[in-house]
């Protein structure tokens, strides 16, 4: 898929059925559209006054058969476009009953968290394997926000106060985005993230938690995986502290206090982030995520944020390891 | 009744325009005509304040970073939707050339309700201030649209505020449809069947009914979010036992028919221009008057269709799919009739008719991508992308504006007593038809490759497309700039328009000087024909 391909990528089997259905929509509109330029087009050509003086030309009140047949040829196509869509609509709406995969999506201004049924969390992220049915239980927060992913071809509004649903299969691996597509407030536009298509093996490898690599790189997808990587490393409006070159720097805090930004501090900054708030930011945006990382992970975690701050001193952003955002 | 009045009578000779002079024969006038023209300068400036927002999201979509901040950009879109539909859209035709032309064409002295007429302006403006004071303030950040429970609990800018300034005008619009019902019902003059109604004023006839049906209903919405908002009554925000799709409901019952109160005009006046600039009677009269009765009635009954995704039942999505199928089937009768009337006609293309064939492509393409969005499966995908804000803008600006500029320059010499630079307002239309296309175009593939509406940010793919759309819509803009300037300049130094300047049918034209009294007609107008009678036929036929 090139940049000007009118299609984005094909990554669900529901993809494949709303793409043939939109070839049909295009070429019907676009046999219509060419019949209706054509008439004007000719008419206006053909019949053009050729000269001031002409007399007008002799009225055409109307044609009943033709009234009938533009109205009825049009609505029975019509027909067929409703049948096919809805045919689809209510197939991608209505989950199978038994031996899908669940995922549990809570969207929050503005953020997406997703929970899997073995216990792992991801923030704006998510992992699904080809091949397999994933039905997807949505729930909000707050305001409604709507859970888009353009390349299933599916959305479906997250409506306070309610759990909605749908489902795919998908196809395809690879990562791909997911979108808030209902305006729900200031960051409506950086609520999305990705989705990562595995091939069953890798999935049940992810869902099992054996992702293997070093602590950093295992760290560096942790740090990915719950979001850290948006707000401290890529975020451009002032959130939260940016992680580089951090570690092992002194840090003056909200209340005054000068700490050094030790192990010990970064542990307690992710599992519990009111409690020292750096100087200049405000409370109360980062989640707390006590009990929800593994020591395992913790540790893992702090050697990434250590990997962010390079010993060389006064060498700038050049030396720090610029985490890849969004591989692909 | 074709003979026309004789060229000295426009001579030296009192009309409304120099009948009086001063702020106060202006401002306290009950005259249906000056009261146009207070609309037509009023919604002028509110169109292009609504057009300085769309310029300012345009320039932040230049880059997938946006230039703006997120708030800003938010503000923004918001803004440009409140000022563009319910101050410029849901006025603009009705309430400038419909106030202008209704009595004229119908053949009476004024609208039945002069001051109340005058009233719904002021309501006009009073809703229009309020709404500018919010936007002084600090502006709105809910979208058009109010979505609960953003609007009614989340949002921190002036919601309360902007949505007075909206009730307010609704009323104005609701005084304005009332007007025109009992004035097409009692005025017209001897001899004006129903059957010789223009079409002009069938279709502001049925756009009055949707203003009086519908209007009252967003006004109960809006007090219900106010109450929602300030005491949190818990009609809409699930934490206080309320239900956000309620509002969805209740805000689409009417902002869907608004829709058809938008487009009707716009179809009002296409009727009127193609029989004129083709010497020749519309083709299929009858079905295209109840075309315009038919959108009326059946645009009530699809607003589910902005709630697909929404979680309403997929039965009643189904339903609603299918009568959203229905009412495409009176558009289209439309666009087929129009262009049959041309088929062995006389056509000119003058810049009345250079709008009107913009308006059929525009249109036609706005109608087709409509179908996209009631076909369900394909609208789970696009809606809330930037293929519906492509879809609508086909309709509203590439349909609505094109017919508006279309009937502004056809009847500027009615108006004004002027004739316009026509080689100017050709390059106009054209540079118009250009900008939009371009501006508007990309927009549907942007929307089925996946680009959210309503994002101050976005992924880099799509950044070539949102620079084409930009670069059109600079084009766009000196496309609207110009007929100010040129129109500006014909008012005052364009050469005298005579009485009849298209030999068009019609008593606004036939049997009113031009200008046109303050009391429009010397005589009274007897109408002995039907409408759009070029060919000069004695008896009136039937449709076979």
Not at chain 1, 266 to 294: C, T, W
Not at chain 2, 99 to 118: E, K, T
Not at chain 2, 170 to 176: E, N, R
């Amino acid at each position: 898929m090139g940049v000007f391909s009118i299609f984005p990528p094909r990554a669900s089997t529901t993809a494949v059925q709303i793409d043939a259905l939109y070839t049909f929509l295009l070429i019907v509109a676009g046999i219509m559209t060419a019949l209706i330029f054509f008439c004007v087009f000719f008419f206006a050509v053909r019949y053009r006054r050729k000269n001031q003086d002409d007399p007008a030309p002799k009225a055409i009140h109307g044609s009943l058969p033709l009234e009938i047949a533009w109205s009825v040829f049009p609505f029975l196509i019509m027909l067929v476009m409703f049948a096919w869509g809805a045919k689809l609509y209510f197939q991608n709406y209505t989950p199978p009953l038994h031996d899908t995969f669940d995922i549990y999506v809570t969207g929050k201004q503005w953020m997406w968290k997703v929970q899997y049924p073995t216990g792992q969390r991801e923030i704006n992220e998510m992992h699904v394997p080809t091949g397999r049915p994933v039905k997807l239980i949505l729930a909000s927060e707050d305001v409604i926000h709507s859970f888009y992913i353009p390349a299933f071809r599916l959305k479906h509004d997250v409506v306070p106060g309610s759990y909605q649903t749908y489902w795919f299969e998908a196809t395809e691996p690879g990562r791909y985005h997911i979108l808030c597509a209902e305006y729900c407030g200031t960051n409506h536009s950086d609520m999305g993230g990705w989705v990562t298509v595995m091939k069953p093996n890798d999935f049940e490898r992810w869902l099992a938690g054996d992702t293997g690599g070093s602590m950093r790189e295992q760290g560096e997808k942790l740090f990915q995986q719950y979001g850290c990587v948006t707000c401290h490393v890529t975020d451009r409006e002032g959130r939260c502290p940016s992680l580089l070159n951090v570690f092992g720097n002194p840090v003056v805090l909200d209340d005054g206090r000068t700490v050094i930004a030790d192990e010990a501090y970064v542990r307690e900054s992710i599992l519990n982030p009111n409690a020292k708030v750096v100087k200049g930011y405000k409370h109360d945006i980062m989640p707390v995520f006590q009990g929800q990382i593994s020591e395992e992970g913790l540790l893992q975690l702090i050697v990434y944020v250590k990997s962010l701050s390079p010993p060389a001193p006064r060498s700038g952003k050049s030396a720090a390891p610029a985490p890849k955002a969004n591989p692909k | 009744m074709s003979t026309y009045l004789p060229f000295a009578r426009t001579e030296a000779r009192t009309n409304y325009l120099n009948a009086d002079y001063g702020w106060k024969s202006w401002l306290f006038t009950t005259d249906h005509k000056r009261i146009a023209l207070l609309y037509l300068f009023s919604i002028t400036a509110f169109f292009f304040v609504g057009g300085a927002f769309a310029v300012g999201m345009r320039v932040n979509l230049l880059t997938p970073e946006g230039i703006f901040a997120h708030d800003t950009y938010n503000k923004l879109f918001t803004m440009h939707g409140i000022i563009m539909v319910f101050f410029f859209l849901v006025p603009s035709i009705p309430a400038t050339l419909g106030n202008f032309l209704v009595p004229l064409m119908i053949g009476a002295r004024d609208l039945a309700f002069p001051r109340i007429n005058l009233l719904s302006w002021y309501l006009y403006m009073i809703g229009g201030a309020i709404a500018l004071t919010a936007i002084v303030k600090g502006g709105v950040d809910t979208g058009w649209t109010f979505y609960a429970p953003f609007s009614s609990t989340y949002s921190n800018t002036h919601v309360i505020l902007t949505a007075i300034g909206v009730f307010v005008s609704g009323f104005s619009s609701i005084l304005t449809g009332l007007n025109f019902i009992v004035t097409i019902h009692t005025m017209r003059a001897p001899g004006m069947t129903w059957g010789r109604l223009p079409l002009f004023v069938w279709g502001h006839y049925a756009t009055s009914l949707i203003q009086v049906l519908g209007t009252p209903v967003i006004a109960i919405t809006l007090v219900l979010l106010g109450l929602e908002r300030v005491l949190h009554a818990g009609i809409f925000d699930p934490a206080v036992g309320g239900d956000p799709v309620l509002f969805q409901h209740l805000f689409w019952f009417y902002s869907h028919p608004a829709v058809y109160i938008m487009i009707l005009p716009g179809m009002a006046v296409i009727s009127e221009i193609i029989p004129c600039f083709s010497r020749k009677a519309l083709f299929g009269y009858t079905f295209v008057a109840i075309s315009s009765i038919a959108i009326a009635v059946l645009g009530f009954l699809v607003w589910g269709h902005h709630l697909f995704v929404a979680g309403q039942s997929m039965y009643a999505s189904m339903v609603f799919s299918l009568l959203s199928f229905l009412v495409a089937v009176p558009s289209a009768i439309k666009v087929f009739n129009w262009t049959a009337t041309m088929y062995k006609g006389s056509v000119s293309y003058e810049t009345p008719m250079l709008y009107a064939f913009g308006f059929i492509g525009l249109f036609t393409i706005g109608g087709l991508t409509g179908l996209f969005l009631a076909t369900l499966a394909i609208d789970v995908h696009v809606t809330d992308t930037y293929f519906v804000i492509a879809h609508f803008h086909y309709i509203m600006v590439g349909g609505m504006v094109m017919a508006y500029l279309g009937g502004i320059h056809f009847w500027f010499p009615k108006i004004s007593g002027r004739m316009y630079p026509e080689g100017w307002a050709r390059f106009a239309a054209l540079i118009v038809f250009v900008g939009f296309n371009l501006t508007f175009f990309p927009q549907f593939i942007l929307g089925y490759q996946g680009m959210p509406r309503r994002y101050a940010h976005y992924p880099p793919e799509f950044q070539v497309l949102n620079v084409m759309s930009t670069a059109g819509a600079s084009i766009l803009a000196v496309g609207y700039l110009l007929p100010i300037i040129y129109l500006g300049w014909a008012w005052r130094k364009g050469p005298k328009a005579p009485q009849n300047p298209w030999n068009a049918k019609g008593l606004e034209w036939e049997q009113s000087p031009t200008p046109p009294p303050t009391y429009n007609f010397e005589t009274q107008p007897v109408v002995t024909e039907p409408a759009y009678n070029y060919s000069g036929e004695s008896e009136e036929v039937g449709i076979g």
